[in-house]
């Protein structure tokens, strides 16, 4: 199964993604098929042309009322959703999509998100293009959905709420307390380069924001937008294949994820007794453990202990420090960390076959070494150095054979 990598060259919208789409061989009927089951196919136009960004060619959508322009809220959109006859999982892109902007324009002027009533989310464009993007996402049915990092532009912009700066402040709560790296703007360029409605689409549809490191190309579609810029203004969509290496189900080399940290200081317990804890943490799956001696009050020696585990487990960590400590308090915090994919596994040696493990860097190179408690018993058994058998190993090495997945 094939991968979708959107390039925004800039920045992102939803009519530049939508016409990417089409480009790259989504139906036009499947886009209306879709819109026809809101009940909007009576109140739209919908033109996709020829036409060019820099001299570069590509596809234009220009979408209209066939009435007067109806402004609705995200109560009213979100009717339209639940009562439309749709697939659940397309039903709960668009639902989501919606939803996100709708939250996000609710915090920002400070209202409940089903009172939210604004062009942004309600003009007959801005459903063509969310659902018209969802909808083409589920005809293709990508295995991944990767993008670049969106460039969101400077200046300001007019709106129906007035004059705003850029980023528009959708834009600012949508990225908010989100792992997503933007580019602020490029050279002398002024203009809103990503949309609130590209930007939702954006967050909601793709897996990741990391490019894979290699692939190849089999087709590719190109949406034009409207900004005249001093260079293309456009959005690419393409159907990628990776190579395996760089894909591990859904995670990229480094993965991204939440830990949880936490900390006591003990001066009632012995030192004895601070190591069987430790040992006990270790073997309960924290990811690892660390102490040191510290003074505490009336110059009391004691112990800083602090475990770094696995976010599901915090709960069950804080039993643990309670029921085999003295701490009558912990310190406790969630942070997030990046770390490389490994695995383990054996190569065949002229020590015969030994345990190594490969963790794979972001420019997906595989980086291999021998396990140290391998390399201590085979300094026993041969009366070598490390620096002695780490270098027979490396010369003598065979092939990896992995005893587990990526992880």
């Known amino acids: 199964m094939e991968e979708i990598l959107i390039e925004c060259s800039p920045g992102v919208s939803g009519d530049m993604l939508l016409g990417g789409f089409y480009d790259l061989g989504v139906p036009k009927h499947v886009i209306e098929k879709t819109l026809a089951c809101f009940g909007l196919e009576n109140l739209y136009y919908l033109n996709l042309r020829e036409s060019k960004s820099c001299s570069i060619r590509g596809i234009k959508i220009e979408v209209g009322a066939t009435n007067q322009s109806i402004k609705r809220d995200w109560s009213s959109i979100k009717d339209l959703i639940l009562k439309a006859k749709l697939e659940k999982q397309l039903k709960k892109r668009i639902y989501e999509v919606f939803e996100s902007l709708a939250i996000a324009e609710g915090r920002v002027h400070g209202i409940e998100p089903e009172e939210v009533h604004f062009h942004e989310i309600g003009a007959i464009d801005s459903l063509v293009d969310i659902i018209g993007v969802c909808a083409s996402i589920e005809y293709l049915q990508p295995k991944n959905v990767f993008c670049n990092q969106p460039t969101l532009g400077r200046g300001y912009v007019q709106t ?32 809103e380069l990503s949309t609130p409605t590209g930007i939702a689409l954006l967050i909601n549809l793709v897996e990741s924001f990391q490019t894979p490191y290699k692939y190849s190309i089999d087709s590719y579609g190109v949406g034009i937008g409207n900004l005249e810029l001093p260079c293309p203004n456009l959005v690419r969509v393409l159907k990628i294949n990776t190579n395996e290496e760089n894909l591990k189900d859904k995670n990229i080399s480094p993965r991204y994820e939440e ?38 009050k009336k110059n009391r020696i004691g112990f800083s202990l602090q475990v770094i585990l696995p976010i599901e487990k915090q709960d069950y960590f804080r039993n643990l420090w309670f029921k ?72 003598s090495c065979r092939e990896f054979k992995a005893f587990e997945d990526w992880k």
């Open 160 to 191: 129906d709420h007035g004059k705003l700066s850029i980023p528009s402040p959708a834009v600012i709560e949508l990225l908010k307390g989100k792992d997503i790296k933007v580019i602020s703007s490029i050279d002398s360029i002024d203009g």
């Open 259 to 296: 830990i949880c940290i936490q900390e006591v200081w003990i001066d009632d317990q012995s030192s004895e007794e601070i190591a069987n804890l430790l040992e006990l943490f270790r073997k309960e799956g924290a990811y690892d453990v660390s102490s040191q001696i510290i003074y505490m």
């Open 324 to 395: 085999h400590s003295t701490s009558i308090g912990i310190r406790e915090r969630k942070q997030s960390r990046w770390v490389l994919l490994r695995r383990k596994g054996e190569c065949l040696t002229s020590f015969g076959k030994i345990k190594f493990k490969q963790s794979m860097k972001p420019n997906g190179r595989i980086y291999m070494k021998p396990e140290n408690d391998e390399i201590l018993r085979l300094q026993i058994e041969n009366n070598k150095t490390a620096e002695e058998v780490k270098n027979i190993l490396k010369e």
